[in-house]
């Protein structure tokens, strides 16, 4: 959900308080993993995006926006 913002007007100054931020996480089916996962993490060495490019297909589907980096 979109953060709320709180603010006070005091004299001639604003005030904000602090954003908080909700969220929601669904496990969903995804290729390559026997139970649901709501959370995956990869990790590239510097320069390469593969484990990227191949979580973002099993996840959305489709290929990265960017593709794959180029050396």
């Not at 913002?5 to 954003?19: A, I, L, M």
């Not at 990227?52 to 297909?57: G, H, T, V």
């Amino acid at each position: 959900m979109k953060p709320s913002q709180e603010s006070n007007t005091k004299e001639d100054s604003v005030e904000f308080g602090n954003d908080t931020i909700e969220a929601e996480f669904i496990d969903r089916d995804v290729a390559g993993f026997t139970d649901a996962k709501s959370v995956i993490f990869g990790r590239d060495e510097s320069g390469s995006t593969s484990v990227r490019d191949e979580l973002f297909q099993s996840v959305f589907g489709a290929a990265h926006p960017d593709g794959p980096a180029t050396p």
